[in-house]
C-alpha cells in the first residue's frame, strides 16, 4: 500500500538516505530542506514551520500517513537549538492533525548518540519550559567547546531534549490516543555526516574511547541502515513500538551503559 510521507533534512545525511529508501520502497515522500527540495524553508523561525505545515498540507491533500523529523544543525550558535529541538516539535506537532487522518500514522525524529552526551542543565531547563527565545538567547552566551568530534553542548543538549520530549508525548491522547506511533532513533557517530569524518582520525576515535572504534569483524553501517530502520518504524508493520529511543550505533550505546535493560 502506497503511503506518503514528509521527511525533513531530505537533501543530504540521513534525511536523503530515508527519503530514497521510502521512495524505492514505491512511497510518495515530500522532502523539506533550506534548497533542493520539494518544500523548501527555514525550521529556525516560526514562518518557516509555519510553511512547512500549509504546504505538507496543499502537497499531501491534507492527510500523511509518516513525519519524519531528520533536520539538524551542529553549529556554535542557537541555530543549532532551534533547528534541533523547536523545529523538530514543531514540525511534528504542526503535521500532527495530518497523521491523525491516517489508518496507520506513524512518526520519528532523530537524536543521534550524542544524546547520552554532557548537557548544559540550564540550557535543557529553558528548552523543556518552552520558552524559545529565552533558550536561544542563553545558547548565544554559551562558549561552546567543541570537541575532536565536533560536538558541542548546544547540539548534545538540544538532541537530548527531543528525545526526552519525544518519549513524554508519545503516551500523550494526541498520539497515542490517535494511534500515532511516535519514537526516536539516535544513529552513532558513524552514521551521520557531521562527524563521520573525525572518526578516521587517532585523536578523534580517542575522544569517544572505544565507542565506535570499529575493528575487523565488527557491524559497520552508513546512513542506509539508519534509513531502514526509520522506515520500519513509521510502517504499518510497526504496530505497537512507541515512546522508544532505539540506537542504531554498533554497540556504543551498549559499551557505555552495560549495566541498563
Same mark, same amino acid.
Do not use: C
Given at each position: 500500500?502506497?503511503?506518503?510521507?514528509?521527511?525533513?533534512?531530505?537533501?543530504?545525511?540521513?534525511?536523503?538516505?530515508?527519503?530514497?529508501?521510502?521512495?524505492?520502497?514505491?512511497?510518495?515522500?515530500?522532502?523539506?530542506?533550506?534548497?533542493?527540495?520539494?518544500?523548501?524553508?527555514?525550521?529556525?523561525?516560526?514562518?518557516?514551520?509555519?510553511?512547512?505545515?500549509?504546504?505538507?498540507?496543499?502537497?499531501?491533500?491534507?492527510?500523511?500517513?509518516?513525519?519524519?523529523?531528520?533536520?539538524?544543525?551542529?553549529?556554535?550558535?542557537?541555530?543549532?537549538?532551534?533547528?534541533?529541538?523547536?523545529?523538530?516539535?514543531?514540525?511534528?506537532? &504542526?503535521?500532527?492533525?495530518? *497523521?491523525?487522518?491516517?489508518?496507520?500514522? +506513524? =512518526?520519528?525524529?532523530?537524536? /543521534?548518540?550524542? #544524546? !547520552? @552526551?554532557?548537557?548544559?542543565?540550564?540550557?535543557?531547563?529553558?528548552?523543556?519550559?518552552?520558552?524559545?527565545?529565552?533558550?536561544?538567547?542563553?545558547?548565544?552566551?554559551?562558549?561552546?567547546?567543541?570537541?575532536?568530534?565536533?560536538?558541542?553542548?548546544?547540539?548534545?543538549?538540544?538532541?537530548?531534549?527531543?528525545?526526552?520530549?519525544?518519549?513524554?508525548?508519545?503516551?500523550?491522547?494526541?498520539?497515542? &490516543?490517535?494511534?500515532?506511533? *511516535?519514537?526516536?532513533?539516535?544513529?552513532? +557517530? =558513524?552514521?551521520?555526516?557531521? /562527524?563521520?569524518? #573525525? !572518526? @578516521?582520525?587517532?585523536?578523534?576515535?580517542?575522544?569517544?574511547?572505544?565507542?565506535?572504534?570499529?575493528?575487523?569483524?565488527?557491524?559497520?553501517?552508513?546512513?542506509?541502515?539508519?534509513?531502514?530502520?526509520?522506515?520500519?518504524?513509521?510502517?504499518?508493520?510497526?504496530?505497537?513500538?512507541?515512546?522508544?529511543?532505539?540506537?542504531?550505533?554498533?554497540?556504543?550505546?551498549?559499551?557505555?551503559?552495560?549495566?541498563?535493560?
Amino acid at each position: 500500500m502506497t503511503r506518503t510521507y514528509v521527511v525533513t533534512g531530505s537533501a543530504t545525511g540521513i534525511g536523503r538516505a530515508t527519503a530514497l529508501k521510502l521512495r524505492e520502497d514505491g512511497h510518495r515522500v515530500i522532502g523539506v530542506d533550506l534548497f533542493g527540495a520539494d518544500i523548501n524553508v527555514d525550521l529556525t523561525n516560526a514562518e518557516g514551520r509555519d510553511e512547512l505545515v500549509a504546504q505538507a498540507t496543499e502537497l499531501s491533500g491534507g492527510i500523511i500517513d509518516g513525519a519524519l523529523a531528520i533536520a539538524d544543525r551542529m553549529r556554535p550558535s542557537s541555530e543549532t537549538v532551534s533547528v534541533n529541538h523547536f523545529g523538530a516539535v514543531a514540525t511534528l506537532e &504542526g503535521l500532527r492533525p495530518l *497523521l491523525s487522518l491516517s489508518d496507520a500514522p +506513524r =512518526a520519528a525524529v532523530v537524536a /543521534t548518540l550524542v #544524546a !547520552l @552526551e554532557e548537557v548544559d542543565s540550564q540550557l535543557l531547563q529553558l528548552i523543556e519550559a518552552g520558552d524559545e527565545a529565552a533558550a536561544l538567547a542563553y545558547a548565544d552566551q554559551l562558549v561552546s567547546d567543541v570537541t575532536p568530534l565536533g560536538s558541542s553542548v548546544l547540539f548534545t543538549t538540544s538532541k537530548q531534549s527531543v528525545a526526552r520530549w519525544a518519549r513524554q508525548a508519545a503516551t500523550r491522547p494526541e498520539w497515542v &490516543g490517535e494511534g500515532i506511533a *511516535l519514537n526516536v532513533v539516535a544513529p552513532g +557517530r =558513524a552514521f551521520t555526516s557531521m /562527524t563521520a569524518g #573525525a !572518526l @578516521e582520525t587517532d585523536e578523534g576515535r580517542a575522544a569517544h574511547g572505544r565507542d565506535e572504534a570499529v575493528r575487523a569483524g565488527e557491524l559497520t553501517g552508513d546512513a542506509s541502515h539508519v534509513a531502514n530502520l526509520l522506515a520500519w518504524l513509521t510502517s504499518e508493520d510497526n504496530g505497537y513500538v512507541t515512546g522508544q529511543v532505539i540506537y542504531a550505533d554498533g554497540g556504543a550505546e551498549s559499551t557505555r551503559r552495560p549495566a541498563l535493560v
